[in-house]
């Protein structure tokens, strides 16, 4: 197993079925599943937010780790879009409920459904500068949509997460190639509304985003690096849909048992989350294996990144 990277990650207490969330018919689920591979959701309870969720993840991450100390992560990257408040960032707040130390560097970042493989480039491209690195993503969407909105309330979770990178593990990993695209000009195909202050999402236009971008950046990737599709041993993808996974697999050739968590009976789109939401609840990482991760979405935004482990 890898001992460069662990994960723990956390769900809102409160699961949710999205046939009663949405009062939809037997048919209407089933045509709606067929499409989103969602039964069930996750919400925060009232006594949870975005930080507290976080924090719990690090705890969980101190059991499942017993090596891990908070008080020796030198950086703490945190990122999330529906922080519980604008100044200071959440990070701050992290860094003062599990008890940093002071001299660890806080990096608040918002790229949603990209920001983990965001920070993970920036974390595994820095650690020299930046030293042992704790990343935490951390969102509430249901903090931020309508009750009535079957595009988001059927799709998104809310989540957490805690993220180790140990620098001196990760002297024997290698980024092998990244990419980055983003066209803020189609920001507004998933956005809070400035009217209303809730979630808007354009499904269609997103869903084509994803097969159009995604696919060139995981290709642009492997270019750069010259490795080929069929070398890549795992794909870490965010998981907006069923469909957009489908979509990838297919239009790419992708091997099926190589993309980490397509044959859930239930996705978890926990937004900054999905990505370390897998690596918590599926197979770890090897070392010796090279390993592909995309995260894409709020933006509109895509990050690729190459690993060998």
Known sequence: ?????????????????????????????????????????FKISPI????SLAVESISKLTKLLPDFDVSKVNTLIHCTQ???????GDGFRIHAAAGFNKECTVIDINNGCAGFVLSLSLALSSNELFGNILITTSDAYSTIMRNSSRSTQAIFSD????????????????ILGYDSFSDGESRSALEIESTSGEL??????????????????????LNAASIKLESVDKFYFHHPSRLVLEGLITNMKLERNKVIGIESDNLINATSSSIPYLLDNWEPIHKGELVLFSGFGVGLTCATLLIEF
Not at 82 to 88: A, E, I, S
Not at 208 to 216: D, M, N, W, Y
């Open 159 to 174: 989540g957490a997460s805690a993220t180790y990178l140990s620098f001196k593990n990760l002297r024997s990993s290698r």
């Open 200 to 221: 808007f999402m354009n499904g269609p236009a997103v869903y084509l985003f994803t097969q159009s971008v995604v696919e060139k950046s995981i290709q642009r990737t």
């Open 82 to 88: 529906t922080p519980t408040g604008y100044l200071p």
């Open 1 to 41: 197993m890898s001992t460069a990277i662990f994960s723990a990650s956390k769900l809102g207490s409160q699961k949710k079925d999205v046939n009663e969330l949405i009062d939809l018919s037997e048919e209407e689920f089933k045509k709606l599943y067929s499409k989103t591979g969602i039964k069930y959701v």
């Open 48 to 51: 949870q937010n975005v930080v």
